[in-house]
């Protein structure tokens, strides 16, 4: 039988321990040469000395705890650490500390000199002198680090002592941990604070283990602590599923993502260059992906939710956590699935099969890495929205797949690839809706929009009577397509082909299954030069949008422009959509093809018309002159449309009037526009020009008194009879 008695760091130099039978009395405790350096207070060790910190507090302020295992071997009464070096040293810290902070006497503390490092000489020094050491502990006076390499016999080069550095990061945060305590020492005393000892000749260990295990240089890192919790916790929870479950870690989940570490280069020489990508990181962007599902599906968010790998172990994987077991489930299915694709395809190829960078037969068009696992596993970020790398669509479609995988002997690749398309569409129209954060107005939407999400996947069902979700209007629209393209599958991919352009990424409202036979056309046309497509929509109408019951939306000419055109095609609820969609078809109806040189002459006519007639209503400037089609966001603002068309302001912006906002039948006529100007007169100088209603009004710049009126003809309707641009410019003589 193996002694494993329970000791605190008090009685291991005050008690005898057992080995092999044997009371042994400690003279002392030595870290040896073989051993690192300490490592809790380095500056990258922060999570692991604040959690570690953390419980020590509450172990002598709400409920005792024990730190596992200390493995050891003693020999003429030194005992020396296998495993337990860092525990022990910062034990070692926070006793000094608090005897010091607590004024205990020294012969209660006298056992602190028996702890020795001997790994350098400095290390074996400082430890020695701090215990001799008196700090001033009250606030307002230097850090505690500082009082200490202030001291004399505190040589300048122990700074660089890696474990001197250390421990003088891990003083100064013991002491702003426990500052405020009182009492301590008696509760350490009590044995709040302990560990169980194993001797190392029990064990049957030899000093050739104790090297491979302590390869000095090579400290432990953060995912080597994250995976001693996590196996700790689970444990706790299930030893069958935490079994399995680090068994896979070591194995199955590692080959999978070794996959994904290991690339091939080219220098410049001409040779090819293997590098290795950290694998532990690789596998905890993963794992956040996993914990950040986990919350959603139990109706939480990550707003306000700053929780480090070793939180969320206690959050989700421990006893704390009320589906521990399912957690557990679920976290063994993420990464299961990857390994077990059907056909061993690579987690690679199974991305290629269903996503393309254009439109493709079969798959869906995105603007993204395509082998969305690998983009996760290298960019999932932070769980509180900052520097998202890996937005909330993409965990949307990453989850998709993950529940394909999960079901595929179920869901056929067809059905998965018409399932997939379905979400993909939902998310391009879902800007607006898909949220985690209680602070937006649209919410928390995250749990909602995955349930529907798994309806589709999983059942191959639209449900649009989940609230809270997804745009209610897509979700509707889906819906409709849904039943149309099982009603109608020889045109499905004319269907698919609307749906991939860049202009509608997936909502064809602006068309319409009953129109779905203009969809060559509408690619056809937007082929076209942007700009001449602006103009010639406006011959056959008036196809602007008034959003936010005072701003207008009309298209842009440059090609990357796009979201003036977009924000015109999706179904929103701007007035006037319908007009929109009307002035659209009726275009798209006129012409068998559409080439730049037929939209022109389209133009050329409609100007023509308006001339001979001498009818020139704000549509004809909109066409005539470019200076009222600015190349971006197509935003404009008239202060009372209805009442006087002419007067119009271009914005340079997408959502605000600016001081680059500007009076087009002013600008038209000259560029001199006075920004600070609230009606953006034209500047000429000694004069400034007004647009007033059918007029233009000539003020004199000192006095701002009205010196001319220059009257514009116009009939009944209010529509100008002359064209006051060209009138003015008369006028002006220019």
Not at 35 to 55: C, H, I, M, P, W
Request: charged share 30%; glycine share 4%.
């Amino acid at each position: 039988m193996i002694d494993s008695s329970q000791h605190t760091f008090i009685d291991i130099f005050t008690k005898p321990l057992l080995q092999e039978g044997e009371e042994i009395l400690l003279k002392s405790v030595t870290i040896p040469i073989i051993q690192r350096d300490y490592a809790q207070g380095r500056e990258n060790a922060k999570r692991v000395r604040t959690r570690f910190l953390e419980s020590l507090y509450k172990a002598v302020v709400e409920k005792p705890i024990t730190l596992d295992f200390v493995y050891g071997a003693i020999k003429d009464g030194v005992l020396t650490p296998l495993d337990g070096q860092q525990r022990l040293t910062t034990l070692f810290l926070l006793h000094w500390y608090i005897a010091k902070k607590e004024d205990v006497s020294e012969e209660k503390y006298s056992f602190l000199r028996k702890f020795s490092y001997m790994t350098r000489y400095s290390a074996r020094d400082f430890c020695a002198f701090l215990v001799g050491f008196k700090p001033d502990l009250e606030r307002g006076h230097f850090a505690l680090s500082e009082q200490i390499i202030d001291q004399s016999w505190f040589p300048f080069e122990w700074k660089k002592d890696p474990t001197i550095a250390s421990m003088l990061v891990m003083l100064d945060a013991i002491d702003s941990v426990f500052y405020n305590t009182t009492g301590v020492w008696e509760k350490l005393q009590e044995g709040a604070i302990s560990f169980y000892f194993l001797s190392i000749t029990k064990l049957g260990l030899t000093d050739d283990i104790y090297i491979k295990m302590n390869s000095r240089g090579k400290p432990l890192t953060l995912f080597e602590h994250f995976k001693a919790e996590l196996e700790r916790e689970m444990k706790k929870v299930s030893s069958d599923v935490c079994n399995r479950i680090m068994g896979k870690i070591d194995n199955e989940w590692t080959d999978l993502l070794w996959k994904y570490c290991v690339h091939k280069d080219t220098d410049a020489s001409g040779d090819e260059e293997i590098s290795v990508d950290v694998i532990d990181d690789k596998f905890m962007r993963y794992f956040r992906f996993v914990c950040d599902i986990l919350c959603y599906r139990a109706g939480g968010t990550l707003q306000g939710k700053v929780i480090d790998e070793f939180q969320l172990i206690k959050e989700y994987f421990s006893c704390e956590a009320s589906n521990a077991i399912q957690n557990m489930e679920q976290l063994e299915s993420y990464f299961d699935c990857w390994c077990k694709i059907d056909g061993n395809a690579e987690p690679w190829g199974l991305a290629e099969k269903f996503m393309s960078h254009e439109h493709e037969e079969g798959k869906i068009e995105i603007r993204y890495d395509i082998d969305i696992f690998k983009s996760c596993i290298d960019t999932y970020s932070d769980r509180n929205g900052r520097n998202r790398k890996f937005p909330l669509g993409r965990i949307i479609i990453l989850h998709a797949f993950v529940e394909y995988l999960k079901n595929q002997k179920t869901i056929t690749e067809s059905e998965f690839s018409r399932r997939l398309r379905i979400v993909n569409n939902l998310v391009q129209n879902s800007e607006n809706e898909i949220s985690d954060s209680e602070a937006r107005q649209s919410g928390n939407r995250m749990p909602a929009i995955l349930k529907q999400i798994d309806e589709i996947i999983v059942r191959g069902n639209v449900d649009d009577t989940i609230t809270n979700g997804l745009n209610t209007y897509q979700l509707s629209e889906e819906k409709e397509k849904l039943e149309w393209t099982t009603a109608n599958p020889d045109k499905a991919e004319v269907l698919y082909g609307l749906e991939d352009h860049r202009l509608l990424q997936g909502q064809i409202w602006i068309l319409g299954l009953s129109k779905i036979g203009l969809g060559n056309h509408f690619k056809m046309l937007f082929d076209c030069d942007w700009n001449l497509v602006n103009q010639v929509l406006m011959t056959y109408g008036n196809y602007a949008q008034k959003e936010n019951s005072w701003r207008y939306q009309l298209g842009s000419g440059k090609r990357k422009n796009v979201e003036s055109w977009r924000n015109l095609f999706h179904k929103s609820n701007n007035e006037n959509s319908d007009a929109t969609r009307s002035v659209l078809i009726k275009l798209l109806e006129a012409h068998d093809e559409f080439t730049d040189e037929i939209l022109q002459n389209d133009i050329d006519q409609f100007l023509k018309e308006q001339e001979s007639k001498s009818l020139f209503d704000w549509r004809y400037y909109y066409i005539k002159y470019p200076v009222f089609r600015p190349d971006r966001y197509g935003k404009y603002w008239w202060r009372n449309a209805e009442e006087d068309p002419y007067d119009i302001m271009v914005m340079t912006t997408p959502l605000a009037v600016s001081e680059y906002t500007y009076q087009p039948f002013l600008k038209a006529i000259k560029d001199a526009i006075d920004k600070e100007d609230r009606d953006r007169c034209l500047d000429l100088g000694d004069r400034h020009i007004r647009v007033a209603k059918a007029a233009y009004v000539v003020y004199d710049a000192a006095t701002e008194t009205e010196i001319d009126r220059v009257v514009i003809a116009h009939n009944d309707q209010g529509i100008d009879t002359e064209n006051r641009i060209e009138k003015m410019k008369t006028y002006l003589g220019l």
